[in-house]
Each structure stands twice: as structure tokens, then as C-alpha cells.
């Protein structure tokens, strides 16, 4: 059975694939365990479109999804307060 593929890091796309890519908005406004349940949201509709949808032909397509960045309120990337 096909599953979703949680997108970690970039990957090359391959043009003789259909791909659905699946994600959450990030509002800045929202808590981290809000965060949480909208990304569990997102992996849940991203199986539901990886075992659900297929070509005309029959083949299944490809899903991925990833988890939307923490944003500040300005739109930047948070930092994690850490020292590079």
C-alpha cells in the first residue's frame, strides 16, 4: 500500500511522476501545540491522498508533506536560540 513521504529536507522531483504536495499554513499568531495539531492534520489528509487518488491508468501517485516553519510575527524564520 502507497504511503505519504514527510518531507525533511529538499528533494529532486521526477517528472515522470505525478506528486501532491500537502501543507499547513503557518500563522504566526498560533501556538506550538496548535502547530502540532495542524501538522497532524496535514500527514492524516496527506495518507488519505497517497492511499486514495490515482492515475486514469491505474498508478498510484506520489505524496509528500511537511510541517510548516515556525514564523515570527514579522515573518522570519524563529530562532531556536541556539549560537550558530
Known amino acids: 500500500m502507497t504511503k505519504a513521504q514527510r518531507l525533511t529536507q529538499d528533494l529532486e522531483a521526477k517528472p515522470e511522476a505525478v506528486n501532491f504536495g500537502v501543507f499547513a499554513t503557518g500563522d504566526p499568531r498560533i501556538d506550538e501545540d496548535s502547530r502540532k495539531r ?13 492511499k486514495g487518488v490515482r492515475m486514469p491508468d ?27
Open 38 to 50: 495542524a501538522a497532524n492534520i496535514v500527514g492524516m489528509v496527506a495518507e488519505v491522498v497517497a
Open 58 to 84: 491505474g498508478r498510484p501517485v506520489e505524496c509528500v508533506w511537511r510541517r510548516a516553519k515556525s514564523q515570527s510575527r514579522h515573518g522570519r524564520p524563529r530562532r531556536s536560540g541556539k549560537a550558530e
